[in-house]
């Protein structure tokens, strides 16, 4: 629970419970985001590239089940290069009429092609674990982006006396620093298509911008409409209060 | 008997309809006419926002149950197709969960209003026992609503409450098994839970009509806690306590939109965005916040029976709680060594909270309980004893002519004086 510490607790509390939580990760830094804030956005060129990495780095292991080609609009893709990212995929079709199961070409309004037929093919795949779904991972983890975002910059060699489990790569944010997943994300791990330059920073700050879009596809939806009905509230508001001061004025 | 009512109502089709069945009149009574001490200060908006709260909360609850689909293989599926295909879905999806913070928000500050201005007391005990059971209500509507979405904090929050049943001698485990539809919480569990989270909405409505009917029987507590003795003691509940209720509603409706639309995941658990895996329990298991300085009570016992009674007990307190307190008045602003006691219980409730959202461990074990002997003792030792120590302050004339205890000698203002009451704005 996010909840504000109240100050003195805090004081009487921080020796012991930072003691017994050494085994914690440390909290991810914060990073600036296009979507943060009441008039947060998603940055298209950005979400755009960071769909390149997912494509291209994430999706070879993780799922993204809940999304649809279609959806893809909401990063700026034009139906058309929709039309052709879907159909770079087959994908189960109608029945046949001899009654077998046939393959045909992946259509906007198809969900994600996932990597494994199922969960435990992609244990299987994956020594053992299994690769989360990312269609709401941001929301599934604490301070999720901030937290992705440092993930993906957190591998390193671990630090004398750490026995790594068999298969297990040491990450300073992961909860227990032993992650599964070796490091996805590398220099020039994927070539931009607009020249930008693919540091890890880089890919995953793109990449964080899609996923965070892929969890709150309404996110640019909410804040507009958000702002408007603040606003409106806070105009009714001091009418209403006006209305009230008349009303009681006789009393008074 | 029979007969038709003499509507007095001008209008000939209202004039034919409130013969027939006097509603108008009832509504004209109850709603505007209705003598209402003049002197409320905005604490008794939260009665009113309350009523506002379960409203946007049955309209988008409706809304939700045509998309939502009780099947452990698709419930998560179905909320996230909610977010994300159906026609401004995610706007009712976080209203609603975020509608339940709010609830509880506002029923919490009622509550507090309750205590402070002794509310409780005679003759309001029955209103007051209602409240509490709406409480129980409540509470039992939004662990079954949390249980839906089917996420891994829905599934093992479940798992847990539940458990808590298997504490009572002998019938426990019947009644879990008979909660659970089966062995371990699991498709059927899902399907009665959704059908209660249905049906407990619609009783909250009719306990609220009862709540309201034992108001208008007693009239209102106000701020002074002094009984209303004369009609220069009212104001019609119409005009000036409908503006001055819209004024909160607004303010409520203002909070309740900058968390939807800027920050509608704040107040839940990130963890409930995985989908329900029985074979994966979470690091840790916590209810949402309104609940937990219940668990903090739950946990800070070391035996689950104990445990549980003493959970259970922080709630049931409150239904004896007009006789625990043995003061014959009703405000403590007229009760000086009531009203610390009773502004330092928030204090120890926020820090149960806080108890609750941390792992029992280290000094949080020892606050949660210190916090929960606290919360006891309030209740069972020190109202007792207070009324009887206390020298409460001279109470005013009446609320219309009120002394201010304050300033002064105690007598009434000398004539003439404007009558101006400090609690109005």
Known sequence: MRFGLLAVLGLVAIGPAAMAQTAEPPAPPAQNWSFDGIFGTFDRASAQRGFQVYQSVCASCHSMKQLYYRNLTGIGLSEDQIKSIAASVQVPGALGDDGQPTERPGLPSDHFKSPFANDLAARAA??????????????AREDGANYIYALMNGYKEPPAGIKMGAGMYYNEYFPGHQIAMPQPLHDDQVEYADGTKATIAQEAHDVVTFLTFAANPELEARHAMGVRIVL?????????????????ADVH | MGGLHKSEFKNPVINWFDSRMPVFTMMQKEYGTFPTPRNFNYFWNFGALAMVALMIMIVTGIFLAMNYTPNTAMAFDSVERIMRDVNYGWLIRYVHMNGASMFFIVVYVHIFRGLYYGSYKAPRELLWIIGVVLLLL??????????????????W?????????????VVGQSIVTLLWGGFSVDNPTLNRFFSLHYLLPFVITGVVFLHVVALHITGSNNPLGIDVKSPQDTLPFHPYYTIKD???????????????????????????????NPLSTPAEIVPEWYFLPFYAILRSVP??????????????????????????????????????FVLVLPVVVWVLGEVGAHRPEGIWVVLGRVATAWYFLHFLVILPFLGKLERPLPLPESISRPVLPR???????????????????
Not at chain 2, 138 to 155: E, I, R
Not at chain 2, 263 to 268: D, F, R, T
């Open chain 2, 157 to 169: 929050g479940a798992t847990v409450i539940t458990n808590l049943f298997s504490a009572i001698p």
């Open chain 1, 126 to 139: 994956n020594g053992g674990a299994l690769p989360p779904d990312q269609s709401v991972l941001e929301l």
């Open chain 2, 303 to 340: 035996n689950k029976l104990g445990g549980v009674s003493l959970m259970f007990g922080a709630i049931l307190v409150l239904f004896v709680l007009p006789w625990l307190d043995t003061s014959p008045v009703r405000s403590a602003r007229f009760r000086p060594y009531y009203r610390p």
């Open chain 1, 232 to 248: 409106f509230l806070v105009f009714m508001t001091g009418l209403t209060y006006a209305v009230k001061r008349k009303v009681w």
């Open chain 2, 138 to 155: 409540m509470m039992a509507t939004a662990f079954m609503g949390y249980v839906l979405p089917w996420g891994q904090m829905s599934y």
């Open chain 2, 407 to 425: 300033q002064g000698g105690g007598g009434p203002l000398p004539g003439g004086a404007p009558a101006k009451p400090m609690e109005k704005v």
């Open chain 2, 246 to 276: 819209s004024v909160g509603v607004c303010v409520f409706l203002l909070v309740f939109a900058i968390l939807v639309f800027f920050a509608p995941n704040l107040l839940g658990h990130p963890d409930n965005y995985i989908p329900a």
